[in-house]
């Protein structure tokens, strides 16, 4: 009998996805200053900011620009921009959909002219 482990069973217990449908994984980050970010709260500050420039804001106040080494500060900002780009392309596509719904789908017939 083989054995085949989906995607789940190598998240770790305190891995969050970013969503219901979210292919945006975040896990708990340690910091090389010893300090470990929770996964709820790196969520938590993505839902609170409305830029990349905020979100680093918030974790340079809560846990000092100096705790954060070569990197790091990157990786938390990945793990933004991930999940903004996942929102934007779920936008597009319900725009998309509303409109197929309202007949908007009709190609221009004056677009080739």
């Not at 990349?52 to 990197?71: C, H, I, L, V």
């Amino acid at each position: 009998m083989k054995i085949i482990k989906t995607f789940e069973d190598f998240l770790t217990e305190d891995a969050l996805r970013a969503g219901e449908d979210s292919k945006v994984v975040i896990d708990d980050i340690t910091l090389d200053s010893g300090s470990t970010i929770k996964a709820a709260e790196i969520l938590g500050a993505i839902s609170a900011s409305i830029t990349d420039e905020e979100f680093k804001q918030y974790f340079y106040d809560e846990y000092g620009e100096n705790a954060f080494g070569e990197g790091e500060i990157d990786q938390l900002v990945k793990i933004y921009n991930d999940k903004a780009a996942e929102d934007l392309e779920a936008e597009k596509e319900k725009e998309k959909e509303a409109g197929k719904e309202e007949g908007g789908d009709a190609e221009d017939p004056l677009a080739g002219l």
